[in-house]
């Protein structure tokens, strides 16, 4: 039998630990490894709208609200109803947010060196050209 998707936890759980471990070494408490993959979304793509957001992340719309609105509570975004659809639902970063890019860019910098010690180029490509086609596996199973 094949272990993969234990590895797989495996992995989240420690990179997840690992990102905890970084941030706070480097003072950073304004947000959370799974805020910052939100807020890594919105500093390339700002002014989204949740199922935008929802689909960048993976992250689940009910799992992602609750979410931002600790996020907004915290001052890193603002949500404000849709011009075009007053249904849905656009968040922006704040200037606060904003700020927070450079910190953010520099703990992922550190977690791709501890990711990729002693890989070479070759290996690092092989290895995430082969997650993507797990994602997309996963992806089609659950009707994306």
């Known amino acids: 039998m094949s272990s993969g998707g234990f590895l797989i936890s495996q ?39 949740i199922k935008q957001i929802s ?5 689940a719309k009910t799992t992602l609200t609750a979410m931002l609105e600790r996020m907004e509570l915290q ?15 656009i968040v922006s970063l704040t200037d606060k947010a904003k700020e927070l890019k450079e910190n953010y860019l520099d703990v992922s910098k550190q977690m791709e060196k ?7 180029d070759k290996q690092i490509e092989n290895f995430e050209n082969t997650l993507k086609k797990i994602i ?9």
């Open 136 to 144: 997309e596996n996963l992806e089609e199973n659950n009707g994306r």
């Open 11 to 49: 992995v989240k759980q420690l990179s997840d630990r690992t990102f905890e471990k970084i941030l706070k070494t480097k003072g950073i408490d304004e947000f959370n490894g799974a805020q910052g993959r939100i807020l890594y979304i919105l500093w390339n793509n700002n002014n989204l709208s």
């Open 114 to 120: 501890i990711f990729y010690k002693n890989f070479t």
């Open 75 to 89: 001052g890193l975004i603002k949500r404000t109803i849709s011009k075009e659809d007053k249904r849905e639902i």
């Open 55 to 59: 689909k960048f992340t993976k992250l």
